[in-house]
Nanobody, 124 residues
Framework: QVQLVESGGGSVQAGGSLRLSCTAT????????MGWFRQAPGKEREKVAT???????EYIDSVTGRFTISKDNAKMTLYLQMNSLKPEDTGMYFC??????????????????WGQGTQVTISS
């Protein structure tokens, strides 16, 4: 059974940093496509950053230069380092994985596995 468990969320002031972690169990971590998504109140879930099985990384424009996605295959953990945080980064952040298709191209509604989410709140 695939499980994704996020941690590291919290409340910080604008300009601060947080590092999210997602620990995976139950599947071949190194061969999966993974990513981070977020959902603000009243808005749809959106893709934030993805990392392919070969290490290729993609970011949405609004976080480019501020966020860094990475993974440690030995620890089966996905990370999202978030710097220079802004109030508009506030939301529930979800870890996601898919065994077959890059999350950069796969429709959000079709993503295979999700974590339960971790809340990030940025105050101005």
């Amino acid at each position: 059974q695939v499980q994704l468990v996020e941690s590291g969320g919290g409340s910080v002031q604008a300009g601060g940093s947080l590092r999210l972690s997602c620990t995976a169990t139950g599947y071949a971590f190194s061969t999966n496509y993974m990513g981070w998504f977020r959902q603000a109140p009243g808005k749809e879930r959106e893709k934030v950053a993805t990392i392919d099985r070969d290490g290729r990384k993609e970011y949405i424009d609004s976080v480019t230069g501020r966020f860094t996605i990475s993974k440690d295959n030995a620890k089966m953990t996905l990370y999202l380092q978030m710097n220079s945080l802004k109030p508009e980064d506030t939301g529930m952040y979800f870890c996601a994985a898919d065994p077959l298709v890059s999350l950069w191209v796969k429709p959000t509604s079709a993503v295979e596995y999700w974590g339960q989410g971790t809340q990030v709140t940025i105050s101005s």
